[in-house]
């Protein structure tokens, strides 16, 4: 992390230098909006732009002068999914069929921003309706890779990993139903995390509701920590969240891995694809929490096929979708979504309960699991960011070959994983494994990341 540019500060740093009075978040907003004007150009991180963020810097500016700071992030710049309502903003979900009308109140995660004292500088891109990994939308168009401007940054959580990447803020927010926050995270050479199911409230609900969730991408995974403090607050309007908790993710962070039990896992209830870089940076990370002092063994959790049950999922999701969509407006789908809609419209309700039943099998087999293992370690991706204006042919298999096979299997056994990136390949580009603790165990998942990130580090990305 740069040591001198405010936008490529962390956000722990930069709430130090508030307290000391070394910096504004007047001016930390003004180095990022530069990075903005100079860069996203051709990134394309942004669905829309707050023009009330200079405001509420400049508010946050006052409060830390007074020496009375709202929040634990009061003053930091942050981003939010366009999958996610931000009143007076219109929540378009990356489709041509979604109306322009701005929403009245804030989703619960964007409350908890706002009354932490964040500075939301804008609305990041995404995939139409979070429903893809390629980070491309009918209505914004192509989001690219601040690390190589071909490639895309992922999804769907496109602009949020490509908004991190490039220095547009410390703290964004995504959203992930079966990778979409860890897949832009690992490609983009940041931290993503999954949290547990319920930890962070979710509403209105999205199209895939029951396997989904928001949750951190930073650039440190201190940060990570700290954003998941202030979204996970309970919200009445999502009647499955979590009770309150006040816990600071932070605490015990540093604690390390010594003495836990790590599992290498290479199977999935299938066999994932994983290039020979993909490999390497999961041997070393393996290395990494050895050293560490972390008992670390190749081991199966023996799950169902992951593939049959989230094909599933993900398949009727996007046939109800479609079936919602007026008659009129379905030809302005993305024609993937189509094209597996029409796959699985035809599912029998025993069929889907099936599926369902399957998924809970997967459920207890990792909870067993974790019986004898405190963390499980796999790969992130099966390779490094993929051609950014690549097109999308036969999606049903891409999203277990290309996309999404080392993601998707913890949305549905609904336990917390976090994207940690370990280094470069030899094109330069972000290679990052997966970590991953039972159910409600976030703070392990936590500890592993962190345990990774301080053994292995990441250069800026070379934007220009």
């Known amino acids: 992390m740069s040591e001198t540019d405010p936008a490529l500060m962390p956000a722990e740093t930069l709430l130090a230098h508030y307290a ?87 989703a619960p995660v964007v409350l908890g921003l706002k ?49 991190g990447a490039a220095g547009f803020g410390p703290l964004h927010v995504g959203t992930d139903a079966g990778g979409s926050v860890r897949i832009p995270a690992a490609w983009c050479g940041l931290v993503g995390v999954k949290p547990s199911f ?31 403090n202030v979204m996970a607050r309970h919200d009445v309007r999502d009647p499955f969240c979590l009770p309150e908790d006040i816990s600071d993710w932070r605490d015990g962070i540093e604690d390390g891995v010594k003495g836990l039990r790590v599992a290498l896992v290479r199977r999935l209830g299938f066999e994932p694809p994983l290039d020979e870089d993909g490999k390497a940076a999961l041997g070393v990370a393996a290395k990494l929490l050895e050293e560490a002092g ?55 309700a025993v069929d889907f309960l099936r599926a369902d039943a399957l998924r809970i099998e997967a459920a207890h087999a990792m909870a067993r699991f974790h019986q004898r293992y405190d963390i499980v370690l796999t790969a992130a991706t099966p390779t490094a960011a993929i051609a950014a204006d690549q097109p999308t042919i036969r999606p049903w298999e891409a999203l277990w070959r290309d996309w999404a096979p080392w993601t998707f299997a913890f949305n549905l056994t609904r336990q917390p994983a976090i994207s940690v990136p370990v280094g470069l390949d030899e094109e330069g580009m972000p290679r990052a494994v997966q970590v991953a603790a039972a159910l409600y165990r976030d703070d392990l998942a936590f500890r592993a990341a962190r345990a990774i990130e301080r053994a292995a580090s990441l250069p800026v990305a070379p934007l220009d």
């Open 198 to 228: 319920g930890r962070v409230p979710q509403w209105p609900l999205g199209a895939f509701a029951n396997v989904a969730c928001a949750g951190p991408m930073t650039r440190t995974v201190r940060d990570a920590a700290l954003m998941l």
């Open 294 to 348: 972390a008992t670390v063994e190749e081991a199966d959790p023996g799950l169902p096929d992951t593939r049959a049950i989230f094909g599933r999922v993900w398949g009727v999701a996007l046939a109800k979708l479609v079936a919602e969509t007026p008659a009129e407006k379905r030809g302005l789908l993305d024609a993937g979504i189509t094209d597996v809609a029409a796959r699985e419209e035809g599912m029998s």
């Open 20 to 106: 000391r009075r070394a910096l504004s978040p007047v001016e930390v907003l003004r180095a990022v909006t530069e990075r903005v004007a100079r860069y996203n150009p051709w990134v394309n991180a942004f669905a829309a732009m707050n023009p009330r963020a200079l405001q509420a810097a400049g508010e946050s500016e006052q409060r830390w002068m007074a020496g009375r700071p709202i929040g634990p992030i009061d003053g930091v710049p942050a981003t939010v999914k366009d999958l996610l309502h931000m009143a007076g903003f219109p929540t378009r979900r990356g489709s041509r069929t979604t109306e322009a009308a701005p929403v009245a109140e804030d």
């Open 115 to 163: 009354s932490a004292g964040a500075v939301i500088i804008g609305k990041t891109t995404t995939t139409e309706f979070g429903w893809k990994s390629p980070g491309d939308c009918p209505l914004h168009g192509i989001t690219r890779n601040p690390w190589n401007r071909d490639r895309t940054p992922g999804g769907s959580s496109s602009g949020a990993g490509a908004a």
